[in-house]
């Protein structure tokens, strides 16, 4: 898994930090460098689910939390979701104004027609990620800058999509380099293209896509995926 191998890095990293911050021959400046640094690789992996609406984004973020935390047919505002000992969130509501709600019910939240959702869940997969599903919504230019906000909070990004066709590249394109050397393509609903005969030729034209614009590329069934965990 993404997240078992970030962890993993981040572990090495963090004891390398810890190990140059013992020596006493360092100076104030390095040492505070060093130390910004290791709150950053010990705090948990910011991943950021990206994707046009209807690409299967909530279906991923209910796989990596391993539990189906979205209903289907609801249809929340961008959200951020990290750990917390109680079930907790916090909505920005179109007025700018901010309401706390402390039972976790999402389909009342969503009445509210929030613009943000900001969630604090005892969810143990969110001890090393903090988890991100963007809504972007509008036109071209708003949803630009939607990605462009988003991928400045975003350690790993995760492109959901059913075929990543010109809309999706358009959003794509000015995603900076660094962002793109950590981001995997999706291709979302895997298990409805296996059962119409489609997965392989989509995957086979989305992966010359993949090859030159992200790290990876993998197909997810993720309808499957959170059953198997339920």
Partial sequence: MIEDATHADGLVISARLTEFLEQSNIDER??????????????????TIFGRPGSGKSQMLNLLLGRSLIPDGLHPPTMSLQYGKEWHLRLTLPNGQMEEMHDFDLVAACKK???????????????????????????????????????????????????????DAALWENVPENIKDNAYLVLTKAELWAANGELDARMARMAPIAAEEFHSFFPVAALQGIAAVS
């Fill in 30 to 47: 390095q040492r505070q460098g060093a130390l910004k640094l290791l709150r950053r690789v010990s705090a948990p992996v910011r991943v």
């Fill in 113 to 167: 027609m929030p613009v943000f959702l900001d969630m604090e869940a005892p969810i143990e997969a969110l001890k090393t990620l903090a988890l991100t599903e963007l809504i972007a919504k509008g036109g071209e230019p708003e949803q630009k800058a939607a990605v462009a906000w988003a991928v400045r909070r975003t350690d790993i990004c995760l492109w959901c999509t059913t075929d990543f066709n010109d809309q």
